[in-house]
């Protein structure tokens, strides 16, 4: 798992075309995936994603590009922790385009978001992830433990701490 040199992790302008571009391009992947909807995105969806985005106070995103092509993104929400009084960051959505998988990528992504969350004075980082896919192995690599709020045998629950 060599990285790539040409790697670029940046955060998501949501005024930029070539971000609005990127952030369809790899929900579109997503919605493809079988861990997604195994179809494609709907048109309805594809108009609305990047104004809603936009308009949303909470969202956050990061794109991965490798030789300015759209490899990978991870869509979050900021929330809140009302037991620890401090922000939390939740990754909502997190896709490497397949044929980019096992290079590091995801990793790249999940890292930019731990060190924003910290900029942002976070606790953790959250996620939920569904119990067959692949990417749990990375997530616990990453720090994620599951907590105490699984849903049953399809969906893992997981958060790290924010260092």
Known sequence: MAANPSLQIVQADFESPEHQQALLFTTDAYSRDPHGQNAPMSDETAAALV????????????LAFIDGKPVGSAICALSFSTFKAK???NIHDLVVIPGHRGF???N?????VKSHAKQLGCCFVSLEVA???EAR???KRLGFKGTDKDDGP??????APVE
């Open 137 to 139: 192995s990375l997530y």
């Open 87 to 89: 922000p939390i960051l």
């Open 131 to 133: 119990e067959d896919n």
């Open 104 to 106: 590091g990528i995801g």
């Open 108 to 112: 790249s992504l999940v890292e930019a």
């Open 154 to 159: 399809r969906t893992f629950f997981c958060r």
């Open 51 to 62: 104004p809603m985005l936009k308009d949303h106070p909470a969202a956050i995103a990061f």
